[in-house]
């Protein structure tokens, strides 16, 4: 079986340690995962393998991490991924203010695009964020770079938008 955890904590050195090694401990296999810090805390999402049951994961993480753990089996149903016609790189920076990710996924989104990277942050005041984005047909990056555009006028930021390079890894 398939099992999607979130950890959510007060980030400290051998957290991730301690989480694989009770996966491990249990015979799971790490299959995917992403972990960032938000604001001094550690925020990590990943997918695991493995026969056990659900409340026996559930409580070994939480002997090793007390609070901000869920645990939640996953769908069998998933879809697969669609076909990527584009791969778009999105980054923005400006004052920080209500309502940027708001306004730059909405355009996004009509565009037909899937976020599937997210990062944004705060530094000194200024907003910074950077997405990377599949299309499931070739965009018209300068249409899409000018609704971007636009969008980023009207909360105050500064948008661009480039096809990712394949050969970067």
Not at 60 to 75: D, F, K, N, R, Y
Request: glycine content about 10%.
């Amino acid at each position: 079986m398939e099992f999607v955890v979130t950890v959510v904590s007060h980030d400290r050195p051998g957290l991730i340690a301690d989480v694989t090694g009770a996966v491990a401990a249990l015979g799971g296999n790490l299959e995917s995962s992403s972990m960032t810090l938000l604001q001094g805390h550690f925020a990590w999402t990943l997918v695991v393998a493995f026969d056990a049951d659900i409340e026996v994961l559930r409580r070994e993480l939480l002997a090793v991490c007390p609070t901000g753990v869920t645990v939640s089996e996953l769908a069998d149903e998933a879809e697969p991924s669609a076909v990527v016609g584009d791969r778009i790189v999105v980054n923005l920076h400006g004052a920080d203010r209500r309502g940027i990710v708001a306004a730059i996924t909405r355009v996004l989104a009509d565009a037909g695009g899937n976020i599937v990277e997210l990062s944004t942050h705060l530094h000194e005041g200024m907003y910074l964020g950077t997405a990377e984005v599949e299309f499931g047909q070739r965009v018209d990056l300068a249409a899409l770079s000018e609704g971007l555009a636009a969008a980023g006028s009207d909360v105050g930021v500064r948008v661009t938008a480039h096809r990712e390079d394949p050969d970067v890894l």
